[in-house]
């Protein structure tokens, strides 16, 4: 079996993945409704974050397993 | 929709249906690893400290916690965070240095389960039943919460949202039991701090520093003990007796060291170190959790007080909903993308304290009152099959009792009743049951009756003005949560006086019969030869260090 830290690094690679995408997307075509902030981009930098983390983990785990 | 619901873009949509297909993804992916009833009732002991560590503290940390803390927070002020350090931290320490060797030498698969051990069957008929039912009711009202706040900050249909949730549980839940609740309770941890974090970090960008934050915060709001001699000095009205006896001793150690729902994740461990290590690694984890729901209560305050900010509570008809603080502080400083991840961590939240809720009592159900009382000859495969039919079961009943909350707003007001009925009686007849030989088993039943009554009816007696409220606490000015706190100590009091008296006039176990199970019988489990830094007395010691800093840093 797979360890936990491999699923949690895929879920946040995923998600800060698209977090990431998202606040490039929102730095090229600013959207109309601005929220507190905006200038800090804080999707883009985030997002960059979890990417990092989600990969670190699955680089780490991808060839454990626990019985 | 409602006029004040956050919209949501496709972006944010994607991000929950990750989250949804990722959760009953690893239900199947663990299913072909869940062959027997240890896999399914205890996750096949296989756990290390870590993992069960993070799945005891995020069994807790559901999304109600997080937005009423940080709603409470605005109402109370730098309090709330005794419920996290006073109020978790020792307990925790406790149940991992001198409480978990009894309850996982004794390979017991329940809390109930040891009573039966220590005292008798009877014993744990009534916890296990009280257990089951506080278990059903807690699950069903945090299904109406859920319901109640997707519907009232995102315009989600009532119906869709509850029965979404509950399908979503009851699913991964059936397939792999607590191995696949432990798995979704750390990645919701994971997604609590990556999505709800961040909203620290914007207020404190936002208002210029931590410093700043507490400088525009009443005077009353900004301490933790300088101001508790006297009710009136701070926000909660409670003087620091109602804090340290009712809270830090009694409620406190009643939830952390007894609830199932916490401590069936330290069974789950693969030895007794690593389950003794459990709550410490978690007492460390929960000191942090005020960076996300105090700082960002505080951050709502500094806001609301502010009137270039823009920044206001919902009102529900003249009433402020405290609660909207967190999902309006997202609105406030969340892009789509995070939008979508800080929904999903209330999201995970939710649904991760519903799946720990049924698997605790699939547990219960199936060994102390299914097994116990009406099939005692089955088989473990039978066991099996019923604890997925119990799960089932206990989802259709949450779904019945989220109806009926919703139909019955009220029942609400209930829910710390129903905590203080059953925990803190129950914390008094472990700790007499732990710790000292000649408590009898009639004494430890009447105990447990007497103290549960007592908390309901002193809980009613307030409630319908039968008497005053200045009688439990002992103060002309207390707010509803120092009441709480003291009828928790009068419950604890009244159980551990019954317990004792009764034991001295009732017939004794054998001492045979108690080995492994109290204090003076049980052989030391503390590794003489083993390095300073492996043993789980060094962590505890360094938590409690850490403890002290932050009370004296926020005196």
Redo the contacts between chains.
């Keep these: 079996?797979?360890p936990?830290w491999y699923?949690?690094g895929?879920?946040?690679t995923?998600?800060g993945g698209?977090?990431l995408i998202?606040?490039i997307y929102?730095l090229l075509y600013p959207?109309e409704s601005k929220?507190?902030?905006?200038e800090?981009h804080?999707?883009i930098w985030?997002?960059a974050i979890?990417l990092t983390a989600g990969i670190i983990y699955v680089i780490r785990n991808r060839k454990i397993t626990?019985? | 929709m409602p006029e004040n619901a956050i919209g949501l873009s496709f972006?944010d949509w994607?991000?929950i249906a990750?989250?949804f297909v990722?959760v009953i993804g690893?239900g199947f992916?663990?299913k072909k690893?869940t062959k027997n009833e240890n896999d399914f009732f205890l996750a096949g002991r296989?756990n290390s400290s870590w993992?069960a560590g993070l799945a005891f503290l995020s069994a807790n940390l559901g999304a109600l916690e997080l937005m009423g803390m940080t709603g409470n927070t605005f109402k109370y002020g730098m309090y709330v965070a005794h419920f996290y350090w006073i109020g978790a931290i020792p307990a925790m320490l406790f149940l991992g240095i001198y409480m978990m060797p009894f309850y996982y030498s004794s390979r017991i698969k329940s809390v109930p389960g040891y009573l039966k051990l220590r005292f008798d069957e009877k014993t744990r008929v009534l916890n296990g039943f009280a257990f089951a039912i506080m278990t059903l009711l807690v699950s069903g009202i945090n299904l109406y919460a859920m319901a109640l706040v997707l519907h009232t900050f995102l315009g989600w249909n009532w119906d869709i949202s509850m029965w979404m949730a509950a399908i979503t549980v009851a699913v991964y839940v059936t397939m792999s039991g607590l191995l696949s609740a432990?798995?979704t309770e750390?990645?919701q941890f994971?997604?609590i701090w990556?999505g709800l974090f961040?909203v620290s970090i914007?207020g404190i960008?936002?208002i210029g520093s931590v410093h700043e934050i507490f400088a525009r915060v009443p005077e009353s709001f900004s301490h933790l003990w300088s101001n508790s001699a006297n009710p009136t000095a701070n926000g909660m009205m409670v003087s620091w007796g109602g804090i340290v006896l009712g809270l830090g001793f009694v409620l406190s150690f009643g939830y952390w060291t007894t609830d199932f729902l916490v401590v069936q994740r330290a069974f789950s461990a693969k030895d007794l170190r690593a389950a003794r290590m459990t709550p410490i690694l978690a007492s460390f984890f929960k000191m942090m959790i005020p960076f996300i729901v105090i700082l960002a209560g505080l951050i709502a305050i500094v806001l609301a007080n502010d009137p270039n900010s823009g920044f206001a509570l919902i009102k529900d008809g003249g009433q402020v909903n405290y609660d909207s603080a967190l999902p309006l502080l997202i609105?406030?400083?969340?892009?789509?993308?995070?939008t979508g991840?800080g929904v999903?961590a209330l999201l995970a939240g939710f649904m991760a304290g519903q799946a720990g809720n049924i698997s605790a009592f699939n547990t219960v159900w199936t060994y102390d009152i299914y097994k116990s009382v009406l099939n005692r000859n089955a088989s473990d495969s039978h066991l099996l099959w019923m604890g997925r039919a119990a799960t089932v079961a206990g989802v259709a009943i949450s779904l019945v009792t989220a109806y009926w909350a919703k139909s019955f707003p009220s029942i609400m007001d209930y829910m710390q009743a129903i905590f203080s009925w059953v925990n803190a009686p129950l914390f008094a007849t472990m700790l007499l049951g732990m710790f000292i030989v000649w408590i009898t088993p009639n004494g430890a039943f009447w105990g447990l009756v007497a103290g549960m009554g007592s908390s309901f009816t002193l809980y009613l007696a307030v409630k319908y003005d039968w008497i005053n409220q200045s009688i439990i606490t002992m103060s002309d000015t207390s707010s509803v949560m120092a009441a709480n706190f003291w009828r928790a100590w009068w419950a604890w009091i009244i159980c551990f006086a019954v317990t004792i008296i009764i034991s001295i006039f009732t017939k004794k176990k054998p001492k045979e019969e108690l080995v492994g199970l109290v204090k003076g019988l049980t052989k030391e489990t503390v590794a003489k030869d083993a390095a300073v830094y492996k043993k789980p007395e060094f962590y505890a010691i360094i938590s409690f260090i850490v403890l002290i800093i932050l009370n004296l840093i926020y005196w």
């Design positions: 079996m797979k936990i699923f949690v895929l879920i946040l995923i998600m698209i977090i998202s606040g929102n959207p929220i507190v902030l905006a800090k804080p999707d985030w997002g979890m626990i019985e | 972006v994607l991000i990750v989250y990722f690893i992916y663990l690893f296989r993992v432990i798995f750390i990645i994971f997604l990556f961040l914007l960008v936002e609105a406030r400083y969340y892009p789509s993308g995070l991840l999903t």
